[in-house]
């Protein structure tokens, strides 16, 4: 019989596939292996007996690696189970970014009750117009599977897409898309592009990479998408580049305090692989990564 907690709830559907040799437990002491979604394991103190951690998501920062390779535990993460999710609401925030959506729809609603909405709305619509993505130049900081299905959806909108990875070749990217232009650093990035969203995991050489110096080689009035980690960018840098229009408008999955309420921000709150279909198919993986290792001692990362 084996014992696996579940820190979060994750879909049903993926815990309805264990079998009668397993039984969930509350005690993260008790457990084999552990499922989690987003809460960070950090402060844990890891059982000696902890076979595997199976991370329903992509991101793998709310787990302490290091801790894990002396404890012998194996993390597997759910890369791709969310991608569409993901790729679904950049799609949206990219257009969100260009047009004042919300800025529109708030007024509209603060003058519903008046009888002459109809007539108000002709005289005021135009401080809401905004632009559109056809032609823009958008770079995709991030060729993994979130990276490319954004850069192939947004190339078929019509958009001019670069994208950059410096742990893909030039010659494998092109086979994923040959519609991609490949950049050869992030520097032409920063300088070509009018919109940017970045898909790279939190590291020691990601976190901080939006900064004074990096947003200063942007075009002004750049529009930045950050549905990876929050602290990929500094807060008191994006707050000053926004109030000087340098970056147009921030769309962040990361609710921070310091950065959320500043014009030009629009903060969406971690809602990027929140689907049921995404939470099904990493909740689906995750259970299967832990059956496949605990009873056959596999390590695959899919
Ligand atoms: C991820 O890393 O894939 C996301 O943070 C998933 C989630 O929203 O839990």
């Known amino acids: ?7 979060n709830k994750i879909a049903n559907v993926g815990l309805d596939l264990f079998t009668d040799n397993y ?12 499922l ?3 809460s960070s394991l950090h402060e844990l103190e890891l059982p000696k007996t902890l076979e595997a951690i199976a991370r329903a998501g992509a991101g793998v920062n709310n787990i302490p690696l290091e801790k894990c390779a002396e404890n012998g535990t194996v993390v597997f993460n759910t890369p791709g189970a969310n991608a569409n999710g993901v790729k679904e609401i950049v799609i949206a925030s990219l257009i969100i970014a260009s047009r004042d959506i919300f800025g529109g729809v708030n007024w509209v609603n603060s003058c519903k009750d008046d009888p002459e909405v109809a007539k108000l709305v002709e005289k005021n619509k135009a401080k809401f117009a905004g632009t559109e993505i056809k032609g823009k130049k958008l770079g995709v900081i991030g ?7 954004v850069a192939n959806a947004l190339n078929k909108l019509d958009m001019e897409v670069y994208g950059y990875d410096p742990f893909i070749s030039v010659d494998a990217a092109w086979n994923l898309s040959k519609y991609i232009k490949q950049a050869k650093s992030l520097e032409e990035i920063y300088r070509e592009c009018d919109f940017i969203t970045v898909h790279v995991p939190l590291t020691d050489s990601t976190k901080g990479m939006f900064n004074k110096e990096t947003f200063a080689m942007m075009k002004d009035g750049v529009k930045l998408l950050n549905f990876s980690r929050d602290t990929l960018v500094i807060d008191d840098d994006i707050v000053e580049a926004l109030e000087s229009g340098k970056v147009g408008r921030y769309v962040t999955d990361f609710p921070n305090p310091k950065v959320c309420g500043v014009n030009g921000v629009i903060t969406v709150p971690h ?3 929140s689907t049921s279909e995404s939470e099904d198919n990493c909740a689906v993986m995750a259970v299967r990564q832990i059956m496949d290792y605990l009873e056959n001692g596999n390590i695959k990362n899919s």
């Open 1 to 7: 019989m084996f014992n696996v907690n579940c820190i």
């Open 23 to 34: 039984q969930m437990v509350e005690q993260f002491n008790d457990a084999d292996a552990v």
């Open 36 to 38: 989690v979604r987003s």
């Open 143 to 149: 060729l993994g599977a979130i990276g490319i299905l």
């Open 271 to 273: 809602l990027g692989a």
